[in-house]
């Protein structure tokens, strides 16, 4: 009897992956809430910080927006996060008409694992994220000792290390 080759699809290991959402356009809350539904088409949502209110950065003429950090376990790569990502904010109205302008949800990849990317459609880490309270004040909540590797400075590190300014609160969510 001949051996037979036996390809085996290997399956990928499950990488952690932190997202930060936000929406300052119709129900916010309810945004976020139906996002965070739709993020389970690509992994297992394993924590979901409190939301947050939070003023506008950059184009400060628009509206507060809700914010919150997501945990999501996925088996998918970081570019296939991404494209997924991408699928759920087309799927739920966001329009890219001005940058940093008002919308209906905004998704970003943090983290993903211990991932160094730089491709002109993805950088991860998440390069603006350790200037943004924003960001780093519902991550911390879920994340605090997780490590940016690229600043070797924990999530919680560098929530202390920003200085005084935006304005971010727990939203009274209904």
Not at 40 to 51: D, E, H, I, N
Not at 73 to 94: C, D, F, P, V
């Amino acid at each position: 009897m001949q051996g037979r080759k036996v390809q085996l699809k290997t399956a990928r290991m499950p990488k952690l992956a932190y997202l930060s959402l936000g929406s300052n356009v119709g129900d916010r809350e309810e945004n976020l809430r139906k996002a965070i539904h739709r993020l389970k088409a690509l992994g297992r949502v394993l924590s979901v910080s409190s939301f947050y209110e939070t003023e506008p950065v950059e184009f400060t003429e628009q509206p507060w927006f809700v914010n919150c950090a997501v945990a999501l376990e996925t088996a998918k790569s970081a570019s296939q996060l991404m494209s997924g990502i991408l699928e759920i904010e087309r799927e739920m109205g966001r329009q890219r008409v001005q940058k940093k302008g008002p919308r209906s949800i905004d998704i970003d990849v943090l983290l993903f694992g211990d991932e160094i990317v730089n491709k002109p459609d993805l950088t991860l880490p998440h390069p603006a994220m350790g200037k943004r309270r924003f960001v780093l004040e519902p991550l911390a909540e879920i994340a605090d000792q997780a490590r940016h590797p690229v600043l070797k400075k924990t999530i919680g590190e560098l929530l202390q290390a920003l200085p005084a300014g935006q304005t971010v609160r727990k939203a009274e969510t209904s």
